[in-house]
């Protein structure tokens, strides 16, 4: 289903500023051969990703699902001159087309790519995070974010994206393995007090999680 009407994400675009060069070549080239497509953050999320890491200004930034590069992209631009964003993509060929991208960016020296189980890979990272965004599949979100959320600076920020997931989570009951992992990852995340959040119904849904002091 539909979340957003077409027509308002059309609109809604058309007043978004425009993605760059490398940024539309990520995009078309992942709508005409990928077939999991629809996964891409697209050109207004991704904007607003942009904005939110121009706004935080982080120096460390982790991803949790590179896909094809995107989002990646977008969230390095807001980065500190020695900031440095490490992405985490489980499918190798994901990974080799995100890189391709990643070395003809602007920011290509702070982009780090990581491939392999993430839950493994973020063990092994000695950083502590100013922004994190989650965007892996569905099952584990609930893990990602007890494992990361230690290693979030206090005033840190977490963004989840698919939190509505394609509708299903308004359904009752909830059915579906991966609805019901991002049901329980709502409510979870809503249940804690040492969080604030806003549910933001773009795109799939994303959720805005600020770690409190």
């Known amino acids: 289903m539909d979340i957003v009407l077409p027509q308002a994400q059309a609109y809604s675009e058309n007043y978004t500023s425009p993605e760059d060069a ?21 050109h207004l999320q991704g904007k607003f990703l942009e904005m939110v890491s121009c ?7 982790l991803e949790i699902g590179t896909f094809t590069g995107y989002s990646a992209l977008c969230l390095a631009k807001g980065l500190q001159p020695d900031g440095q964003l490490h992405t985490i993509e489980l499918r190798d060929e994901d990974a080799a087309r995100a890189k391709s991208y990643f070395d003809r960016s602007n920011d290509k020296e702070k982009i780090i790519l990581h491939i392999g189980h993430a839950l493994d890979i973020v063990g092994e990272l000695d950083e502590q995070w100013d922004l994190v965004f989650i965007d892996a599949d569905k099952e584990n979100y609930s893990n990602y974010f007890q494992r990361v959320f230690p290693l979030v600076k206090p005033n840190g920020f977490i963004l989840a994206d698919n939190v509505l997931f394609h509708g ?44 409190l002091p």
């Open 22 to 42: 490398l940024l539309h070549e990520v995009a078309e080239y992942t709508y005409t051969h990928h077939q999991h497509a629809h996964m891409l953050s697209g």
């Open 55 to 61: 706004m935080i200004r982080p120096r460390r930034i």
């Open 168 to 211: 299903q989570v308004l359904e009752t009951p909830v059915r579906g393995k991966n609805a019901k992992a991002i049901e329980a990852f709502n409510k979870m995340v809503k249940a804690r007090t040492d969080v604030e959040m806003v549910m933001l119904p773009l795109r799939d849904g994303l959720y805005l999680i600020r770690k």
